[in-house]
């Protein structure tokens, strides 16, 4: 095998069993920063052991055998070998690395860990974003818009908060879920929301991504039955999960909505989002509240999975479901998002006034997405050489392989 085999073999592994390796390796240590240190080691040792020696038949058991060893080393380096260390010591020596398996829970003591109160929101999104989702500094940089230093400094800045705050690793008590509640969905939502639509790499969609943050959002709405917003955002991830099937060709080409092959589409788990959404409107009324952020969103993405054809879409529906959404948790996201939904209702005129107050504004800088949707808007007005501008426009600002590739397509096709 050679080093880049081996290395392409340690990303793939590490994009599924690092958020679990990091969380064992936490509730062993107790810190979650040393944890990531350790598992970071241990990936530059499969770096030079695997070429080598083959890719071991139980990877995550392998990374995370020899982080543990790091970890006693350390220990007996600091002189605090005492009795808990010696007999985890000990048990280490004698397991046997294929019967290792992760406990799922560890990663919800992860999530509740990093979005810890003494944290700020913007520590706590790019911490998890790291550790639970995997993500590399430059994807985080890119799906919040922020440069790579300030992710990068984020991330340090909150490893040092927790240490310095000794925050256990365990999921806290119930009287304390609600305080970080918000905290801990936005963040899931953020990693969903990078495998339904990645920011960089050669593939439209990861499923991984998603699959572990639709996990995380059912364990949760299980933990807390009562909480309107944690079955509103499982919905809306069912929803959107739903029709990845038919989103890439079968050379991983993005498909849009409106060529989508509608009979690819998981109706079972359609059906499952609209029994959560249903959930979330009656915990909701239970409490005398109306639909929170999450429950629109899925109620919009609702609209798309029941219709028949984009045609047959309700999108007088959708407008209104955004203009509320706008009103409770408003962005630029949201209000480009609703400009789409009127060029569909009224006409692409009105939306693509609404897109250039979002522009004049300053809105979504170095973003592709405003510019993109402002290229649709002007190829439906038939202003093909400004349209063409602005999809080159936004193939320059993303680092998405595939969207680059269908934005210039698009941009082609009319000159």
């Keep these: 095998m050679t080093p880049a085999d081996a290395a392409r073999a340690i990303d793939a592994v590490w994009r599924i069993e690092g958020a679990r390796i990091v969380a064992a390796l936490a509730r062993m240590t107790g810190d979650l920063g040393f944890a990531e240190d350790v598992a970071q080691e241990a990936v530059a040792e499969a770096l030079a052991s695997w070429p080598e020696n083959g890719i071991p038949a139980n990877t995550g058991a392998w990374l995370t055998a020899v982080a543990k060893r790091r970890v006693i080393d350390a220990w007996r380096r600091r002189e605090r070998l005492d009795e808990r260390h010696r007999a985890i010591a000990h ?91 918000d905290g801990v969905l936005s963040v899931v939502y953020l990693v969903f929301t990078e495998g339904y639509s990645a920011t960089t790499g050669e593939r439209w969609t990861r499923p991984d991504l998603a699959d572990e943050a639709l996990r995380l959002g059912r364990v949760l709405a299980g933990l807390l039955p009562r909480e309107p917003a944690t079955h509103a955002l499982v919905a809306l991830m069912e929803f959107q999960r739903s029709r990845f099937a038919a989103r890439e060709s079968r050379t991983g080409a993005p498909i849009l909505l409106a060529d989508q092959d509608r009979s690819r589409w998981d109706h079972g788990q359609i059906a499952r989002g609209r029994a959560a959404l249903r959930r979330a409107d009656a915990e909701a009324a239970a409490r005398g509240q109306g639909r929170g952020a999450y429950a629109l969103q899925a109620a919009i993405a ?47 005129a009105t939306a693509l006034a609404i897109v250039d107050d979002l522009a004049a504004a300053g809105e979504l800088r170095g973003s592709p997405l405003l510019p993109s949707v402002r290229g649709e808007l002007l190829a439906r007005l038939g202003r093909a050489a400004e349209a063409r501008a602005e999809f080159e426009e936004a193939a ?20």
């Design 396 to 415: 320059s600002r993303t680092a998405s392989a595939p969207q680059r590739a269908l934005l210039e397509a698009k941009a082609a096709a009319l000159d």
């Design 302 to 348: 609702e609209c798309h999975c029941v219709a028949p054809s984009v045609e047959q879409t309700d999108w007088e529906r959708i407008v209104v479901l955004y203009e509320a959404l706008g009103r409770i948790a408003p962005s630029p996201v949201v209000e480009l998002n609703r400009a789409v939904a009127v060029s569909m209702a009224t006409g692409p």
């Design 91 to 181: 048990d280490l020596a004698e397991a046997v690395e294929d019967e290792w398996e992760p406990i799922d829970d560890d990663l919800l003591r992860l999530v509740f860990t990093a979005c810890h109160p003494a944290l700020s929101r913007e520590s706590q999104v790019a911490l998890t974003l790291r550790v639970v989702g995997g993500l590399t500094t430059v994807e985080i940089a890119r799906m919040l818009l922020v440069p790579v230093a300030t992710v990068q400094a984020r991330i340090t800045r909150a490893k040092r908060t927790l240490a310095a705050a000794h925050v256990p690793f365990e999921t806290p008590d119930p009287s304390e879920w609600r305080q970080r509640l």
